[in-house]
Structure formats: C-alpha cells, structure tokens
C-alpha cells in the first residue's frame, strides 16, 4: 500500500500541474499568437495521431497490465514478455502503416478541398503516430509493475511543458509554424524514449529479446485478449474524440476544428470528478461482482451517478456566467462567435456522467463481452450524425452530433444494466440538481460585469458556488456530499 499511495500523490500532483500547464497553453498562448487555421491543424493532427496510435497498438495498453503477472519470473526475462509486446506492436504499426500509404490517395481527397494544409503534413502522421504508440505501450509497462508517476509526469507536465515552450519560440519568431509542428513531433519523442529508459533503469526487466522462445499459445491468448479490447477501444477513441475532428476538417475547415477542439477541452473539466470516483470505484466494484454483491454495486452507482452530476452541473454553469471573461482570453472572433457549440459538448459530457459508472460496472462484470457492442453503436451513431449535422450547422453540427451519440450510448448501457442487473441510479434528486443549476446560473448573471476580468472571475464564480453550496447542502441533495462537509467543518473547528 506504501507503493501505492506515494505512486497515487505523484501522480496526483503531476496531473493537474498538467492540466493548469494545459490550460495556459489552450486558453492563454495558443489563441494569441496562433491564428484558428493553425490551431485547427495541430487539433486534426493531435486526433488523426491519437487513432493511428490506438488502431496500431491492438489493445496492448490494457492488455500488458492484465497479463504481465502471469509472465513474469525472478529471473527479469518476464518468459520474453516484452518480446510478445514488441512483436504486437511493430505488426500493428507496419499494417496501419502500410494502410495510411495506400489510402493516401483517398484520405487526402477528403481534405484538400477545406482543410489542404493538414494534407501537407500527411507525413508527419507517420512518426507521431509511432511516438504516441510506443508511449502508450511503454505507460502501460510501468503500470505492469506499479511505477507510474514518471509516465505521468512525462504525457501530462513534461510534454505540456515542451508545447508551451515551442509556442513562446513560435512567438519570439525563433521558429514558424512549420518548424513547430517538427519540434511537437520531437517532443513526443523525447517524451517516449526517456519513458523507455526508466524501464530500463528500473530493474523490472532484463531487455534481452527473443523471437525463437514464443510459444503459439501464449501469443493467441494476448492477441484473443487484446483483439476483443481493440475493437472497444478504438470504437471509443473514433467515437467520443476523433469522428467530429474528422469530418468538420473535411467538411467545414480547419478554423472549426480549433473552436470545437477548444470549446471540447474546455468540456472535459466536466469528467474531472467522474474519473477521480472512477480511480477509487473500479476496484470496489470488481471485488462485488467477484462476491456477487450487487446491492453494495448498485449502492456505488447511485450515489456516484449523484455526485457527479451535483460538480459536474457546478463546472458547466461556471463556464456558462464566465463566458465573457473567457472571451477576454480566447479573443479571435472565430473562439468568440463559436462559444453555442460549447453549451452542446457541456451537455454531452453532463449526459455521460449523469449515468454513472456504467461502462465500469459493464466491463467488470459477467457481461463484460457487450462492451464492444456498445462501443461500436456509439462509433456508428457518431459518424452518422456528424455526416448528417455538420454540414448543416458546421461546429455546433458536431456539437450536436456529440448529444446524440452520448445520449443513445449511455441510453442503452443504462438499459442493459436495468435488465441484466436490476439497478439504475437515476432518480427525484437529479431534477433537483438541474433546479439548483437553473437558480444558480440566473444569480451568476445578474450580477454586473466588473472592468477587472481577475475580479469579475473571482466574485460571480464565488457568489455562484456559495449559492450552489448552500442549496444542495440545505436541501440534502447528496448525503455523501452532506457527510464530508461536516466532517471538513469539524476538522476546521477542532484546529480553531
């Protein structure tokens, strides 16, 4: 548990130093020196990298974790383990490779019309794919054997670091956009090789390889496993993060791309209690199902479900009254005019926390096996409506195609559950969180906009949370939320 927990705080600390460093980069530099066109670029770049990396690494980034303790021995050699992890990787990365070759033709088609610079850089997909891939895998090595922190340090400060520092180059002329785009992709590997070395400097593994000593069962079993994670990843990657990108790059241009991908960032503040209570859920819930404890599982899906609408309606109302003030920041008319798409993608996001941990209590469950199935209709779901909305409505096209494959994704997991398990966590208190949300947003409004951006931030941000606090307190919405201020209150008072 000593492992587990100093490997806890680091990662803890790293992770949101990353996303305060992310911010300053998305909210504050990038919108200042970079013009929309630019930004959109290395948004569609960042997302054609992120799905060639997932499409080549066949699953390996779970699959590592969940087989590595059968492998491994005192010896160090693991029973060739990273042979097997190599071999998958390199034939993942040659085949989707050769296949972005081949499609060349026709993938640059799709774009050159409204987005002809990402068409310029179609090569440069090739070694950020690569880079981002052997990070993922090498990431999920040091989970294998609990040494995680530096991997979060490395994707979350260090590569945020590095970006911040090429746009301050960018902006002292030291370096045009062109050479940007190379110092980005240098970035990510500098990133992945000193991860490579920590594995190395770690003792964990003795790096002798050795393609003679694979067994033809050992491999199937990994490649069976991590077949079946494969297609539920990469339909949720394409699904959630990568078809919006995609089709606006190819139907509207690249100027959208960089307000939806702005507007999609700043939405995803929205997940941050939703994976912190994931971290913690996850395990409970594994061990129930093993003890066929359901009540204790349906106990932990309600009150999560709960919870995370009660911060996450608080953050989306936040953004709302703050919308000037962030304008301040973001500037370009093109952030400015395109801020509907975010009242859009918040409420994506609210509709898939609304639900809880559906997804991990599907996974570590007996029916664990739809999974895919899920994640496959929220893929089609997804394309389909992006291809029939965007066109018409441009990003907030896209915006709305996120509510409808949120909305029938977490619809039928919902369903599922309440059939296969007889529980669900909706209820009377959701509508109540909405009714505090409506009452909060009308006080963060009427309040007067203040010469001082710092100062408005500071009083409509604080008047809205105290008025939110108190209702959901007062009217009990949470007990959990209720439980742990009272216990802050008593360890304050008691220090008093």
């Known amino acids: 548990m000593g492992i587990v927990r100093k490997e806890a705080l680091a990662n803890s600390i790293f992770y949101y130093s990353g996303v305060a460093l992310g911010y300053l980069n998305l909210i504050i530099l990038i919108p200042?020196?970079?013009?929309?066109?630019?930004?959109?670029?290395?948004?569609?770049?960042?997302?054609?990298?992120?799905?060639?990396?997932?499409?080549?690494?066949?699953?390996?980034?779970?699959?590592?974790?969940?087989?590595?303790?059968f492998f491994k021995t005192d010896d160090r050699l693991h029973n060739w383990f990273l042979s097997y992890v190599l071999l998958i990787g390199i034939a993942g990365y040659v085949i989707i490779t050769a296949l972005m070759l081949i499609f060349k033709p026709l993938i640059i088609s799709a774009f050159i019309e409204k987005s002809s610079e990402f068409t310029e850089y179609y090569y440069f997909l090739i070694p950020l794919g690569m880079f981002t891939m052997l990070f993922n895998i090498f990431e999920a090595i040091t989970r294998a054997v609990y040494k995680t922190?530096?991997?979060?340090?490395?994707?979350?400060?260090?590569?945020?670091?590095?970006?911040?520092?090429?746009?301050?180059?960018?902006?002292?002329?030291?370096?045009?956009?062109?050479?940007?785009?190379?110092?980005?992709?240098?970035?990510?590997?500098?990133?992945?090789?000193?991860?490579?070395?920590?594995?190395?400097?770690?003792?964990?593994?003795?790096?002798?390889?050795?393609?003679k000593d694979l067994t033809?069962?050992?491999?199937?079993?990994?490649?069976?496993?991590?077949?079946?994670?494969?297609?539920?990843?990469a339909s949720m990657i394409i699904g959630q993060g990568g078809a919006d990108a995609l089709f606006l790059g190819s139907m509207v241009g690249l100027s959208v791309v960089g307000a939806y991908s702005i507007y999609m960032k700043i939405a995803t503040l929205i997940y941050g209690p939703m994976r912190a209570l994931s971290r913690i859920s996850v395990p409970i819930i594994a061990t129930s199902f093993k003890e066929n404890n359901l009540k204790q599982i349906a106990d932990i899906y309600k009150r999560t479900s709960l919870i995370q609408l009660v911060l996450g309606c608080l953050i989306y109302v936040g953004v709302i009254i703050n919308k000037h003030n962030l304008f301040v920041f973001l500037k370009k008319p093109e952030y400015i005019d395109s801020f509907s798409i975010f009242y859009f993608v918040g409420l994506a996001v609210l509709i898939d926390i609304s639900v809880g941990l559906n997804s991990e209590i599907i996974v570590n469950s007996p029916k664990y096996k739809f999974d895919p199935l899920f994640n496959i209709i929220l893929l089609f779901v997804s394309v389909l409506m992006n291809y029939l909305l965007i066109p018409i409505f441009g990003g907030v096209g896209a915006a709305l195609a996120a509510v409808a494959s949120f909305f029938a994704f977490n619809f039928i997991k919902w369903l599922f559950i309440v059939k296969q398990f007889k529980m669900q966590p909706l209820g009377l208190k959701q509508l109540l969180v909405i009714l505090i949300s409506v009452i909060t947003y009308l006080t963060g409004v009427i309040i007067p906009v203040m010469d001082n951006v710092f100062i408005d931030i500071a009083v409509r941000s604080g008047a809205a949370v105290a008025v939110y606090a108190v209702l959901t307190l007062w009217l009990k919405v949470s007990p959990d939320l209720n439980e742990r201020f009272f216990v802050y209150k008593n360890l304050i008072l008691r220090r008093k």
């Not at 948004?43 to 087989?67: E, M």
């Not at 340090?153 to 045009?176: S, W």
């Open 216 to 233: 033809k069962e050992k491999f199937k079993e990994i490649m069976k496993y991590g077949g079946f994670l494969y297609i539920s990843s």
């Open 32 to 69: 200042a020196f970079f013009t929309a066109d630019q930004f959109g670029l290395l948004s569609l770049i960042i997302y054609v990298s992120t799905i060639y990396a997932y499409l080549s690494q066949v699953g390996l980034a779970n699959t590592v974790p969940r087989f590595f303790p």
């Open 149 to 211: 922190a530096f991997a979060t340090f490395l994707r979350e400060t260090l590569l945020r670091l590095l970006t911040t520092a090429g746009i301050l180059l960018f902006m002292l002329n030291v370096i045009d956009f062109h050479r940007f785009i190379y110092f980005f992709v240098i970035s990510n590997a500098v990133c992945a090789v000193m991860l490579f070395f920590q594995i190395i400097f770690s003792k964990e593994f003795v790096l002798k390889f050795s393609f």
